[in-house]
């Protein structure tokens, strides 16, 4: 099993719509969680940390369920430069800094 | 702030030679980078973690003769893939760890071609 699980979609959605991402991850000692953006042929970008208590960035929402292991990510009113794959990654607590990355989630946002 | 490049952009080589990469940090000090490569459609796997001053740690499966690391500086590591074979043929990226606060920012990837 991997450590980091993501649907790798593709999902196609249409402008102004409403996507959530889900990744699952099986290393319970993992304790510091992230959703990076990487396009097509380009480094990863950090979109934003994820916390337990949840946490928002503009149209942005993740969520953190330690118990379930699992995290999602939330986009509302989806823009055309959405369009991008969406990594979930975490750090395991005994591993600083090491990150590791689901397969990706691809999104194509379309007019 | 907090730019990390890398140096070749893109390179073509033959089989049997090596390729040297580049990951500089330009505007800030770290004390560990990281190395990854990606395989299209499939996501990054972190290949070594690179210290500052010391050797280098490898994944489980990457070969460190092949695969040879050096840190010699606090804003720079070098990756250099010996004796290249097309089944090296990947995209390199690395990561740069901030000494201030560990948070890590990465450099724009390096795109490997062994014919």
């Known amino acids: 099993r991997k450590e980091v699980e993501q649907d790798p979609g593709p999902f196609n959605v249409p402008e102004g719509a409403t996507v959530a991402f889900n990744c699952t991850y099986s290393n319970s000692a993992s304790q510091s969680f992230f959703w990076y953006r990487q396009d097509c042929r380009k480094e990863p970008k950090l979109l934003m940390s994820?916390?337990?208590s949840g946490n928002e960035d503009g149209r942005f929402t993740a969520q953190l369920n330690r118990a379930s292991q699992y995290i999602s990510l939330l986009i509302r009113d989806s823009k055309l430069s959405d369009s991008a794959t969406y990594l979930c990654v975490v750090i395991r607590g005994t591993s600083y800094g090491k990150l590791t990355f689901g397969q990706g989630t691809i999104l194509t946002v379309h007019p | 702030g907090a730019v990390v490049s890398q140096h070749p952009s893109w390179v073509i080589c033959k089989s049997g030679t090596s390729v040297k990469i580049e990951c500089r940090s330009l505007?800030?000090?770290?004390?560990?980078m990281f190395w990854y490569r990606q395989f299209p459609k499939q996501s990054l796997m972190l290949m070594a973690t690179?210290?500052?001053?010391?050797?280098?740690?490898?994944e489980q499966g990457v070969e460190k003769d092949k695969f040879l690391i050096n840190h010699a500086s606090l804003t720079l590591s070098t990756l250099t893939v010996t004796s290249a074979h097309p089944e090296d043929s990947s995209f390199y990226i690395c990561s740069a760890a901030r000494t201030s606060d560990n948070e890590q920012f990465f450099g724009p990837g390096t795109r490997l071609t062994v014919l």
């Open positions: 690179s210290n500052e001053g010391s050797k280098a740690t490898y």
């Open positions: 994820v916390y337990s």
């Open positions: 505007d800030f000090q770290a004390t560990t």
